[in-house]
């Protein structure tokens, strides 16, 4: 039987990422190219800067990526690209490029889920397969999603609010500690004491499997107003500590209340805040015996292409395929 050889493309955010995938898991290359230097000094990222340097970026990235796999276009028996969900003008790049591609190879084209993406990360370079449960956690998102098989998802749980590395961004705002801000935040926290400070997570109900992190946020700048008033200290690193082990520990309890609930002994991480080391450990910790995590290294975590065809690929073995009319949708849901 032939390999098969697929292109992600994915434009969703501040990455112009291609990546060439062979059969659905060995990554040839995953070429990322990061415009957060663009975007650091508006301190997020600004979507109409983010499109057009996807713009002037793809063509290069794609070529860059077929060079580093060793191959050339003719080797691509497959496209795949991220539609949604992202910011519109920066999935459109992506989309465009893509259908260019696959139009004048002759070659299929698949849409693929940014959200679906993430979680497929965990499948490249290892033999790991469903069913398992998923906590995704990126700068859009905050889902707690049940694996039954490719393509057979149930959301279980998201947030009804700011997602988890939106939190991170914001406070680390507010610290002063720049943009992204989970590394930030995570690396002011390794010298922190996370119990300086108590801040309240929401528990919504005892059945309820969402996320609530705007209370979180509110808790943390309030604290900050209040030292500034009383001219008072702020210990950067213990806020940054104290607020991490919040979000993580909110993050852990719903998950593993979910694996609980399905009967699952599998849980994965996904997603940009999924690359956070606090995450990893205390939910390892937590699952002691009962659990395996597993979670894919920090470059598969936050936003790249490798991700994108390998989701690209188990929906081309399903029968899943798009024409030249794929479009892209800002609020695509999983
Ligand atoms: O998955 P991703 O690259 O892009 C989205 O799809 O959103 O995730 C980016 C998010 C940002 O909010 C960033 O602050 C967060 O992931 N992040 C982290 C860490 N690395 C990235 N959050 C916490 N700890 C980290 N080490
Ligand atoms: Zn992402």
Redesign the pocket.
């Known amino acids: 039987k032939k390999d098969i050889i697929a292109m992600g493309i994915e434009t ?2 501040d ?1 112009t990422s291609v990546s060439i995938v062979k059969n659905g898991r060995k990554i040839l290359s995953n070429t990322i190219f990061s415009q957060i230097k663009q975007h650091q000094r508006f301190g997020g990222v600004v979507p109409e800067i983010a499109s057009r340097q996807h713009l002037e970026a793809m063509a290069h990235v794609a070529e860059q990526s077929l060079k580093e796999a060793d191959i050339s276009f003719k080797d691509v028996d497959l496209v795949a690209v991220t539609h949604g969900p992202g910011l519109i003008g920066a999935l459109l790049v992506g989309v465009s490029y893509a259908k260019g591609v696959a139009y004048a190879l002759n070659k299929p084209l698949v849409g693929v889920n ?1 959200i679906e993406g ?1 979680i497929f990360a965990n499948f490249l370079e290892n033999n790991f397969a469903p069913p398992f449960l998923c906590l995704v956690v ?4 905050s889902h707690l999603v049940y694996i039954n098989d490719y393509g057979d998802y149930e959301v279980m749980g998201r947030t009804i609010d700011d997602a988890a ?2 939190a ?2 914001k406070i680390a705002r507010a610290l002063g500690l720049g943009y ?4 930030a ?2 690396e002011a926290a390794k010298s922190g004491n996370e119990t300086a400070i108590s801040f309240p997570v929401a528990h919504i109900e005892e059945n309820d499997l969402s996320f609530s992190f705007s209370g979180l946020k509110s808790a943390v700048l309030n604290y900050l107003n209040h030292q500034k008033q009383k001219g008072e200290p702020i210990v950067v690193e213990d806020v940054a500590a104290s607020f991490q082990k919040a979000v993580v520990d909110a993050l852990v309890e719903n998950t593993l209340k979910a694996a609980q609930l399905k009967d699952v002994r599998e849980i994965a991480l996904a ?3 999924a ?3 606090k995450l990893r450990n205390e939910l390892t910790k937590r699952a002691g015996d009962n659990f395996r995590i597993h979670f894919p290294p920090p470059i598969l ?3 790249n292409a490798a991700m994108i065809a390998c989701a690209g690929y188990y929906q081309y073995l399903r029968g899943v395929k798009h024409d030249l009319s794929l479009n892209a949708y800002a609020n695509l849901s999983l």
């Open positions: 969703s955010c990455e940014h993430h990126s700068g859009g998102h590395g939106e991170f961004d992204p801000g989970g590394p935040i995570e997603g940009g805040v690359s956070n080391h975590c936050t936003d």
